[in-house]
């Protein structure tokens, strides 16, 4: 009696496994019949542009953006005015831990350390 109820015990974990295995298996199909048919989406809508118009669309996915045209401008789209001050303008580039660097080229503010009325400044050099 006991090695019956064993038996019919490993009889369902092994139908059960044989179940789980179809079923993953389907779904692995599934997933890669999905990716298959995107790859092929992707692929055939590169087709469908030129150059042209694929930088047209792009341009005006960019003016979409709810944060502003200039939210992922690169360092490299920039271009410099030779005629600009850069006696006012300081470049700090913090690179994240992701890879990707922040540039802030905001114009610096003349900082006063000491105000008037803060008392007398004695300028010094250091000697070395």
Same mark, same amino acid.
Do not use: C, H, W
């Given at each position: 009696?006991?090695?019956?109820?064993?038996?019919?015990?490993?009889?369902?974990?092994?139908?059960?496994?044989?179940?789980?295995?179809i079923?993953?298996?389907?779904? !692995?199909?599934?997933?890669?019949? *999905? %990716?298959?048919?995107? $790859? #092929?989406?992707?692929? =055939?809508?590169?087709? /469908? !542009?030129?150059?042209?118009?694929? *930088? %047209?669309?792009?341009? $005006? #996915?960019?003016?979409? =953006?709810?944060?502003? /045209?200039?939210?992922f401008?690169?360092?490299?789209?920039?271009?410099?005015?030779?005629?600009?001050?850069?006696?006012?303008?300081?470049?700090?580039?913090?690179?994240?831990?992701?890879?990707?660097?922040?540039?802030?080229?905001?114009?610096?503010?003349?900082?006063?350390?000491?105000d008037?009325?803060?008392g007398?400044?004695?300028?010094?050099?250091?000697?070395?």
């Open positions: 009696m006991l090695k019956g109820l064993v038996g019919i015990i490993v009889f369902i974990v092994i139908f059960i496994a044989f179940v789980a295995a079923v993953l298996f389907i779904m !692995y199909k599934g997933i890669r019949n *999905i %990716r298959d048919v995107q $790859e #092929q989406f992707i692929n =055939n809508s590169e087709k /469908k !542009y030129s150059r042209s118009e694929y *930088i %047209r669309n792009q341009r $005006e #996915q960019r003016d979409k =953006n709810p944060f502003g /045209k200039d939210y401008k690169s360092s490299s789209t920039k271009k410099e005015n030779p005629k600009a001050k850069k006696e006012t303008t300081t470049r700090r580039e913090t690179p994240t831990n992701s890879g990707v660097t922040i540039i802030d080229d905001r114009e610096t503010e003349e900082k006063k350390i000491f008037n009325s803060d007398e400044y004695v300028e010094y050099e250091e000697v070395k």
